[in-house]
């Protein structure tokens, strides 16, 4: 089944475009788009992060003059988890034919 759905107004010009590109090649259940959902998500929140970490450094001085990791290194990891995880749950990263279930390829169900 083929879905004509814009990806989310909340999503990165770019991560909305890989949202739609997927969107396009695969035929996803409503259950498999809420996770390609949480995935761009995740994408954009460890891009964000990784952008004020480029910006400020990963160390910062509390206030007792003791160094400590800025809580956007949390947030880079942890989205980065997320992101990937994501992807091995929608099995969106493997070329060929796997032993788990995987959405089926809307290019094959075209006869491509």
């Known amino acids: 089944m083929e879905h004509q759905q814009n990806a989310p107004k909340h999503l990165s010009p770019e991560t909305a475009q ?6 396009s090649e695969y035929a996803l259940e409503p259950h498999h788009i809420r996770l390609l959902t949480l995935a761009a998500e995740a994408y954009d929140s ?11 450094g990963k160390i910062f ?16 990891r942890d989205s ?25 390829s809307l290019l094959s169900n075209r006869g491509l």
Do not use: C, H, N, Y
């Open 61 to 76: 001085i509390d206030r007792f003059d003791q160094p400590k990791p800025r809580p956007e290194v949390a947030i880079q």
């Open 46 to 56: 460890a891009q964000q992060a990784r952008e004020v970490l480029q910006l400020e």
């Open 18 to 23: 890989w949202w739609q590109s997927v969107m």
């Open 80 to 104: 980065a988890i997320g992101f990937a995880r994501m992807l091995r749950e929608l099995d969106l990263d493997i070329s060929g034919p796997t032993d788990r279930a995987r959405p089926p």
